[in-house]
T-cell receptor, first 113, second 113 residues
Framework: AQSVTQLDSHVSVSEGTPVLLRCNYS??????LFWYVQHPNKGLQLLLK??????LVKGINGFEAEFKKSETSFHLTKPSAHMSDAAEYFC???????????FGTGTRLKVLA | NAGVTQTPKFQVLKTGQSMTLQCAQD?????MSWYRQDPGMGLRLIHY???????DQGEVPNGYNVSRSTTEDFPLRLLSAAPSQTSVYFC????????????FGNGTRLTVT
């Protein structure tokens, strides 16, 4: 069965410092993995996705994530946080060829000036 | 491009009232779905459809009905609103085949008093 765990419900960083949002997953088959961002009162926007090609995935706004099968992880990183990065981030797993998506419970990122 | 459009943005209902949340997409996507978002619980699937005339239940279907008469529209009906249905509702769609990214609307914030 699929599952996804976001290890931190809240993360605070100072502007200009690195961001790390952690995600572990469980999947019986080859998973597809996604990170979505949700700004206040908005829908979810795709940041990046992994679909069994390169394990290091680059997304929008300077974010990237690395698929590590041995660790069943898909952590999201950014070298330098901006104030505009303050939002909620969701890690999502889907098994290839299915319409089933499992969402993590979200990590709220706060960026301090 | 409009993408996925949800109406209304906000709604307040009294217990027992019924209403329909509207969702329309202009990307010719076969798959459409409804999620509810509650604090600390991520997004949970209510109902989904893989094409006109085909619908199925998700994780939390009780108290909701759907139908899919056209490719573009996928309305969600609350038959008799309850306070437990206070939530933010998101409609999402995706294309067929290798296109696996979910595209989200901006959500409907529903309060049931």
């Amino acid at each position: 069965a699929q599952s996804v765990t976001q290890l931190d419900s809240h993360v605070s960083v100072s502007e200009g410092t690195p961001v790390l949002l952690r995600c572990n997953y469980s999947s019986s088959y080859s998973p597809s993995l996604f990170w979505y961002v949700q700004h206040p009162n908005k829908g979810l926007q795709l940041l990046l996705k992994y679909t069994s090609a390169a394990t290091l995935v680059k997304g929008i706004n300077g974010f990237e994530a690395e698929f590590k099968k041995s660790e069943t992880s898909f952590h999201l990183t950014k070298p330098s946080a901006h104030m505009s990065d303050a939002a909620e981030y969701f890690c999502v797993v889907s098994e290839g060829g299915t319409y089933k998506y499992i969402f993590g419970t979200g990590t709220r990122l706060k960026v301090l000036a | 491009n409009a993408g996925v459009t949800q109406t209304p943005k906000f709604q307040v209902l009294k217990t027992g009232q019924s209403m329909t949340l509207q969702c329309a997409q202009d990307m010719n996507h076969e798959y459409m779905s409804w999620y509810r978002q509650d604090p600390g619980m991520g997004l949970r699937l209510i109902h989904y459809s893989v094409g006109a005339g085909i619908t199925d239940q998700g994780e939390v279907p009780n108290g909701y009905n759907v139908s899919r008469s056209t490719t573009e529209d996928f309305p969600l009906r609350l038959l008799s609103a309850a306070p437990s249905q206070t939530s933010v509702y998101f409609c999402a769609s995706r294309g067929q085949g290798g296109s696996i990214t979910l595209h989200f609307g901006n959500g409907t914030r529903l309060t049931v008093t």
